[in-house]
């Protein structure tokens, strides 16, 4: 508890923002409404697309797991960024890299789907902060590019430039090689560190250590 109250603000309230939203979405599916479909961001020419979704799709998720390795990385990196940045940018950054993550995908839909109509369209939904959470980790591996990050599952330290340009490979390789098997919005995450990197060559953001 304390190390959550020593969190900033806008950290904090993130956190809060994502687990109350994935408690509500639990508790609704019970009820048979689905607030992953209302909040989640459909492809703009689908019939359940709403505006709004752009920046809600961003505070929901589709399992346990999804939310606790998103909701682990803001706790990790969200509240050292903010403490640099201040709350204002922190939040600006956070979310105009979710918005930038929402159309590098959209874009890819629409080239992987040409021709398809709006209720075809329909079962496209994307939904995750990753997008925000891969541009909190290039802006830590560009502030503190030599300190190391310790992976949950792999107890071995790496830099984090090293670990954030894995990463970004990773992520590049699994969008392209498509995977049909793999729902995973890879060049969201790409997306997201591609409008990341230009906010922070904008910033002229230098590293730290």
């Given at each position: 508890?304390?190390?959550?109250?020593?969190?900033?603000?806008?950290?904090?309230?993130?956190?809060?923002?994502?687990?109350?939203?994935?408690?509500?979405?639990?508790?609704?599916?019970?009820?048979?409404?689905?607030?992953?479909?209302?909040?989640?961001?459909?492809?703009p020419t689908a019939p359940d697309f709403r505006p709004y979704q752009f920046i809600t799709y961003m505070f929901m998720h589709g399992n346990l797991m999804h939310?606790?390795?998103?909701?682990?990385?803001?706790?990790?990196?969200?509240?050292?960024?903010?403490?640099?940045?201040?709350?204002?940018?922190?939040?600006?950054?956070?979310?105009?890299?979710?918005?930038?993550?929402?159309?590098?995908?959209?874009?890819?839909?629409?080239?992987?789907?040409?021709?398809?109509?709006?209720?075809?369209?329909?079962?496209?939904?994307?939904?995750?902060?990753?997008?925000?959470?891969?541009?909190?980790?290039?802006?830590?591996?560009?502030?503190?590019?030599?300190?190391?990050?310790?992976?949950?599952?792999?107890?071995?330290?790496?830099?984090?430039?090293?670990?954030?340009?894995?990463?970004?490979?990773?992520?590049?390789?699994?969008?392209?090689?498509?995977?049909?098997?793999?729902?995973?919005?890879?060049?969201?995450?790409?997306?997201?560190?591609?409008?990341?990197?230009?906010?922070?060559?904008?910033?002229?953001?230098?590293?730290?250590?």
């Amino acid at each position: 508890m304390n190390n959550l109250q020593s969190l900033p603000t806008v950290t904090k309230n993130i956190l809060i923002i994502n687990i109350l939203l994935y408690a509500a979405t639990w508790i609704y599916e019970q009820q048979g409404i689905h607030l992953t479909n209302i909040l989640g961001l459909h492809y703009p020419t689908a019939p359940d697309f709403r505006p709004y979704q752009f920046i809600t799709y961003m505070f929901m998720h589709g399992n346990l797991m999804h939310i606790f390795f998103n909701m682990y990385a803001v706790f990790m990196f969200g509240g050292i960024l903010e403490n640099v940045w201040g709350p204002k940018r922190f939040l600006f950054y956070y979310i105009f890299t979710g918005l930038g993550a929402a159309v590098i995908q959209l874009f890819v839909y629409y080239l992987q789907y040409k021709g398809y109509s709006g209720e075809e369209l329909n079962p496209l939904i994307v939904i995750g902060a990753s997008g925000s959470l891969f541009c909190l980790l290039l802006a830590f591996g560009m502030l503190f590019p030599n300190s190391e990050l310790m992976m949950m599952f792999i107890p071995i330290p790496i830099k984090a430039k090293y670990f954030v340009a894995g990463y970004g490979l990773i992520e590049l390789f699994s969008g392209i090689n498509s995977n049909p098997m793999d729902d995973v919005a890879h060049f969201a995450h790409l997306g997201g560190m591609l409008f990341g990197f230009i906010l922070l060559m904008i910033w002229r953001v230098r590293k730290i250590n």
